[in-house]
């Protein structure tokens, strides 16, 4: 047993009592007579006092910034120490002396730019802005989950290697098995839609794919999907279902890491459901009256997204209803006007953090959707053939997890929201 | 909005009330004046009477099995149907006719070949014994995080494609990454090391890929990995965290899936802690004893395995103290005997579900057993590197999923446990 104890727990309570501590050497001071260590832990910071006539003295001479170490101490309580408490060391026993000086720093207020950060990413998530980030990712995907799991979603597993290109096939990445080509999933879209054609409610957290080219704060090489597929349900149901996700993650995280968002300074706003919907066809109504050249079909682009989000004035809004033929082929058509989608996207600020819709539950038609997309049906017979066998109307979506995560903690760039990011220049670490 | 209720939401208390309902048609009887339709939903079934008188009886004729429809009915309480309560339909909406006959019985007994279920893979994961398997699956791995988070470890995702190979480099899928020849990690095991060392206590759930060329029934070439990885701990304590995990499962699919079970026909035994532990110098004698010709530093196969757990009496027991030489590099050995390791493997039965250890946290120790093992310690600097700074005493384990599905619902063979497992000859559906 290393420890009795986080540093989180050591409060005045324990004064007067004897507790080991673990963790690594964030900080020392030498006051003369006094050393003084803030030991840094999975759940903060404590001060721990060592003073010349302790026996931990004189192993504290070795000790540089970012050993390991155990403490026995003696718990005092202190109104001057930071937490109200500090730790009169008895012995200090290290497990690894760090090399100095250290690539990159811990405890400092040093910014390093984002290529030395991600090179010497395990010192860098050892930053106290770091560790809030991936403590809130934690408790983002848990609300997500929960959540789900209070409307009877199911968690599933998707495979990741496929034999075919699920929207087309460009972005993938190859991979060679058992001597047969097959491909990395950039999504679990198909599955999904079948696993919601068997059990009615799934959802799935699970890496994906895309070969992107291009460098940009948005895009990674390889991205955590979370997704959901629902039965008996059309886009608004799960537009709905995307505002609840999101509002309730929002309050998990205000509840749980008041922390975190303190040491990243970002505040979380406040949501009210619904969110803004703004149709495609308005949004182009709204660029152009901005001065933009943008005509039936086109992308609504960074620039473009920047004015409407300006317009809306809220964080997240949906951008809904765009052209059948820029959705991908299973996305269900507007009965009643054929050349729009039931289709969405989530925007957070001019970022899509999500994009989902009805799915068309029609062979024939889908069939005919891919036949205009120059894709021949015979290679999607593996999904096909299911609506032949009672496939429900079901709608769902895929939301990009590193995106949503500039949201929570006030990053720039996805890179930063993913402990060792994959991008085109980067395999390690 | 397609329902109002769930079908096990349809109590005796909404007696007289109207009600939508959508889902499956599971069975149909015609009983001269009266068709009796069980419809099937996420939640379970529930008795549809259509009389001849109602509106909905013309449309009945036109329902196959697994037609997927929309009944709008009046809640009846009947003690004689099955759950105490019935609906009469008022109407009946079809959204997709089933083709007849279908590939697979649904709602029959008849049970069919592996490969026929795994083919017709989407109607399989509709009988009830598969959903039961899917809504176990989804408790045992909310399970398993809530323990996690109850003990301060967070959720991570480490990169699935990687640049070098973990432990070796035998079956491995490459990866074509932007032109270069990447891979597909074999388990997350050097970055979950790696976040032990940043952020202390951390977890995955997420794929693995092994290019296994054998086709047991426990082993797939896509496998979804239970990872944990705890700083400041040793074997001990994360085979003692392994019992805490595996008896609250327990506990909780006890509690949540009755119904479940019952339908697989499956009990799960009662679990106390500690498990039993058998070094594996133990193991050794009693397989001698036994009549096996073994000698130290072999693997313990299934007919081995199957005679120890024989001996042990208990479904899970510990195989510990692995001789170091047939364990990976960052496997610690025992200080007072270097031949043995800090090593275990959680066995089910004669099914090793979990493997793990106190890892090695000197960087010397590390390269020279990487030496030992043929490996270059230079294609593992970027792991090795972050020794020299202050990485802790750490240990953890990875779990199967599948293969502790095995225990959970009495399948024998982990491709069942997974909706679209992947072996050498299946990249399809």
Not at 2 to 26: M, N, Q, R
Not at 220 to 240: G, R
Not at 342 to 368: C, P, Q
Request: aromatic fraction near 10%.
């Amino acid at each position: 047993m290393y420890k009795t104890h986080f540093t989180s727990e050591v409060t005045p309570e324990l004064d007067g009592k004897t507790v080991f501590l673990a963790g690594w050497i964030h900080t020392i001071r030498d006051l003369g007579g006094k050393k003084f260590i803030l030991l840094r832990d999975r759940s903060g910071l404590i001060q721990v006092v060592v003073s010349k006539d302790s026996a931990a003295y004189n192993s504290v001479s070795e000790l540089t910034l970012e050993s390991t170490v155990q403490v026995e101490g003696i718990v005092k309580s202190d109104k001057r120490a930071p937490s109200g408490v500090e730790v009169h060391a008895l012995s200090i026993k290290p497990f690894s002396i760090a090399k100095s000086p250290l690539p990159l720093e811990v405890s400092g207020k040093v910014e390093s730019d984002i290529e030395t950060r991600l090179k010497e990413r395990v010192l860098d998530l050892r930053r106290v802005e770091m560790t809030s980030v991936l403590n809130i990712s934690s408790e983002v995907i848990r609300s997500f989950r929960n959540t789900l799991y209070s409307k009877r979603f199911i968690e599933v597993f998707t495979p990741k290697i496929i034999a075919s290109a699920t929207e087309g096939g460009a972005q993938l990445f190859p991979v060679i098995y058992f001597g047969r080509e097959a491909f990395l999933a950039q999504s679990p879209q198909l599955y999904k839609e079948l696993l919601a054609g068997s059990v009615e409610r799934v959802f799935e957290i699970a890496p994906a794919w895309r070969a992107e080219e291009s460098d940009t704060p948005y895009h990674l090489s390889e991205f955590i999907s979370m997704d959901v597929e629902m039965a008996f349900a059309d886009y608004h149901d799960v537009m709905e279902l995307l505002e609840d996700l999101v509002t309730n993650m929002i309050d998990v995280v205000k509840t749980h890491c008041g922390k975190e968002l303190a040491e990243l300074k970002h505040e979380l706003p406040n949501i009210t459901k619904p969110f803004p919907k703004i149709s495609y066809s308005e949004a182009l109504e709204i660029l152009r009256g901005k001065g933009f050249t943008i005509k039936f079909g086109d992308d609504i682009g960074t620039p473009e997204a920047r004015i409407l989000a300006e317009e809306v004035g809220t964080p997240f809004y949906f951008l809904v209803e765009w052209p059948s033929f820029t959705r991908p082929f299973y996305t269900k058509s507007i009965d009643s006007n054929p050349d729009l989608s039931e289709s969405f996207d989530l925007m957070y600020k001019w970022i899509e953090i999500a994009s989902g819709s009805t799915r068309n539950h029609n062979r024939k038609v889908l069939e005919e959707n891919l036949r205009r997309k120059g894709l021949n049906p015979e290679n999607f017979e593996f999904f096909l053939r299911w609506f032949d066998y009672g496939m429900p109307p079901h709608a769902g979506f895929g939301m990009g997890f590193a995106r949503l995560m500039l949201f929570f903690t006030g990053l720039n760039n996805v890179k930063e929201a993913i402990p060792f990011p994959r991008d085109k220049k980067r395999l390690t670490p």
